[in-house]
């Protein structure tokens, strides 16, 4: 099995920083595209920053010019740098990953259990 395990959430005032990571473990041959997503209470998942096993990232609007994500291979690891957060950026955050699984070769998604960010004063 492949298991995802974020870390890193937290209460931060507007206007600070936080970091947020995810590590990849398990029956793993290949990572494939990784991406964090976000649920608020009320709203539907979203997703949040993705970026590509080449390194090629994609944002969502709302968060472009202030999240960054960065991934390390050799660690299985993926990062979310969040500057400037804002209250509206309060919610559960969630890693995604596409793996090629070791065990049978085939290539599954998979999901963390989420990490809280809140963003208030």
């Known amino acids: 099995q492949v298991q995802l395990v974020e870390s890193g959430g937290g209460l931060v005032q507007p206007g600070g920083s936080l970091s947020v990571s995810c590590a990849a473990s398990?029956?793993?041959?290949?990572?494939?595209?990784m991406g964090w997503f976000r649920q608020a209470p009320g709203k539907q998942r979203e997703l949040v920053a993705s970026i590509a096993s080449g390194g090629s990232t994609n944002y969502a609007d709302s968060v472009k010019g202030r999240f960054t994500v960065s991934r390390d291979n050799a660690k299985n690891m993926m990062y979310l740098q969040m500057n400037s957060l804002k209250p509206e950026d309060t919610a559960v955050y969630y890693c995604y990953t596409r793996v090629l699984n070791s065990l049978n070769f085939t290539w599954g998604d998979y999901w963390g259990q989420g990490t809280q960010v809140a963003v208030s004063s």
């Open positions: 398990g029956s793993i041959f290949r990572i494939g595209d």
